[in-house]
């Protein structure tokens, strides 16, 4: 066996926690799994190959605490040095569950993090109170509906668009399947949707948005984004899964865009949908969103078409919210098959501090749509 | 109810297929999947709100063929226009898998696209006979180890990079924990490891390569990499799960960068670890790893410390060089806790169109780093 030196690491010995529940036979099996996540997440080496000292003192994760939460499911606390995340989204998300999201039976749970690393983010540009201020909306819970169906010519589209927000819709967003495509070609739609969106808040003399979705290539995402606060879209879409939440973070970092961003769901299901692997819909729809700088998270709601419990919707919510430094709260936003008639059941869930996300629904209540909207809207305003 | 108006849409009549798998409890459980998924990954509308002529017609998903796996999986290949797409990564992956990662017994297995299509992308730069130029190794398994562990300074990895160079490991990459932390400062470790291996190319006449992890904050990953080009770095790491396909994408086509990308599975993992929900290993490691410009892509070897079978591997070896129009061939790369002694093992079921990742276990076989690489290198080019 060759040596490994061992070094001095300067470490500020601050630590971070991930807690992460295994699934196991047993518990002799549970206690291997957590020692192995220490070594894999960190040094990737056997354990008799890391050298002493530092590196296996304070590199290596540490156990934190260990319990039995039933007859195969374990949880624990494991801690690691601030100074392995590189004090960035991506280092820190790969400590937390890079190679460990190739084994079965770990799942994230929760991250726990010190002030002295979430200082290295700067989180949602608006956050709940910027995000009313936006709106000019102080208390209510907010209104969300999606451009569709794919295939509309941008023309069809800004007509939607123009009576939604006639309607009282705060904000009126590309569905997230309206790319840069050949029959919606995303300049044109920008500039329609945005104008259209601007006609309906000179006829009422509120202040609704347009939120185009710029999910796409790494190197025209930017320029997308600041073509749509030119042409006047009052926030942005993104799909964290497909393009990145390190370039969510860049643009919600980025002072030439500075609007709000609300994420999409689309491509990250694969991390919620096996019970015993894969991340938590509080950490990730909750406090990855906000590290990744989101104002608004949607995911599905429960009893929609999807497949979230009530539990999972009520844990994202308590994720965009709870306390992270100066990290803001955020917006959930549940959508997905959601009907006016849940409204009220909803509200009791989330309270007025949501964005309810309405499709397909808004189009069910009458011939009107504009009308349908006002429905919404008093629906939600009117508690 | 609204009516939405029936346009006309521009389409070429073009089709890209994606052959899903569905769990379900039976037959007509799992049709209404398939016809689910038509629509979901499309217009995202209620059947009966989907306007009839071109969107009804040609924008929705087509079931092709569906039919029965075993007693509770079923196989179903859905078209979509290539339109849909818009001719570029991200979307495509969104209408191939967006919101049916969501819901739980949805699959993606494969994806069939036509040469229309395939045409947008340029896939890898170098794929396995440009990397095989890259290495002047032109018939052989290629040979690759990880630089570790996390916690060592430059200067050490360094002294590493060069005996494993001097040793004849052909690629000499970092680990993907390494990143830019204060303890391995992602500049100061590049310049020392580049000439570490070129030293060591120097003594020997040969071309050993260094690959720096370059994953990271989006606005810095191609400065990043232009810094490892001009220090002489030989190839480049990264990891698509953490830092996004897209980004991904973007540094294998950009021609100031031009140097090879090994892909690290890293946060992929719950995309594989259900049965009933993700990616096919032939899928994400393979065809979606070449789209995105990889020409090597690293996967968990069967038989060590993570959890893929002798088959998953075959898949992903089978995924690397099916044909794709123009769109290179890629080197699979297993690696995750292999020994030497495997080496033969691996040879049989992957060939020698390989690369060999050996981490850990490069350090057992003698007190001499060096000697253990050649020892290695025998072993792989003997055959």
């Given amino acids: 066996m060759t040596t490994i030196p061992s070094v001095p690491v300067p470490l500020s010995g ?11 036979k047993d518990e002799a099996e549970a206690r291997e799994k957590a020692r192995d996540i220490c070594l894999e997440q960190t040094v990737e080496f056997p354990d008799d190959l890391v050298p002493d000292g530092d590196i296996r003192d304070h590199i290596l994760g540490c156990i934190e605490s260990f319990e039995r939460r039933d007859a195969h499911h374990f949880e624990t606390v494991i801690s690691y040095a601030v100074e392995t995340s590189g004090f960035e989204l991506t280092q820190l998300l790969n400590v937390v569950f890079g190679n460990s999201s190739i084994k079965p039976g770990i799942r994230v749970e929760r991250l726990d993090l010190p002030d002295s690393l979430l ?8 956050g709940r109170d910027g995000l009313r ?3 000019n909306a102080s208390h209510r819970p907010l209104l969300c509906t999606a451009l569709k169906p794919m295939g509309l010519p941008p023309k069809e589209l800004a007509y939607l668009a123009y009576q939604c927000a006639l309607g009282g819709i705060d904000i009126v967003k590309d569905d997230h ?7 919606s070609p995303f300049t044109e739609r920008v500039q329609r949707c945005a104008e259209a969106v601007a006609q309906a808040n000179r006829e009422t003399g509120l202040k609704r948005i ?42 919600a970092d980025d002072d030439r865009v500075g609007l709000p961003i609300m ?4 491509w990250q299901g694969s991390f919620v949908t096996g019970p015993d692997n894969g991340i938590s819909h509080y950490a990730l729809f909750g406090q990855i969103a906000r590290l990744a700088g989101a104002d608004a998270s949607i995911f599905p709601n429960y009893g929609g078409r999807f497949s979230f419990s009530r539990e999972d919707c009520q844990s994202i919510a308590e994720g965009t919210t709870a306390p992270m430094a100066r990290i803001k709260s955020i917006f959930p ?5 959601m009907s006016l008639a849940r409204v009220p059941e909803m509200l009791d869930l989330y309270g007025r501090d949501v964005i309810f996300l309405i499709g397909g629904g808004l189009h069910r209540q009458g011939p009107n749509l504009v009308e349908n909207c006002r429905h919404f809207h008093q629906l939600v305003a009117e508690r």
Same sequence: chains 1, 2.
């Fill in 119 to 126: 200082h290295a983010f700067k989180g949602p540009r608006f």
């Fill in 333 to 337: 936003a549940p959508g997905g098959g």
């Fill in 133 to 135: 201020a936006w709106l």
């Fill in 263 to 266: 994420t999409h769901p689309a």
């Fill in 177 to 183: 399947g309206l790319a840069d495509q050949s029959f």
């Fill in 14 to 24: 601050e630590r971070f926690c991930v807690v992460y529940c295994l699934a196991a």
């Fill in 210 to 251: 347009y939120m185009p979705n710029v999910t796409g290539p790494a190197s025209r995402v930017v320029e997308h984004a600041l073509f749509a606060k030119q042409a006047g879209a009052g926030g942005l879409l993104f799909s964290p899964g497909l393009a990145g939440l390190n370039l969510m973070q860049q643009l």
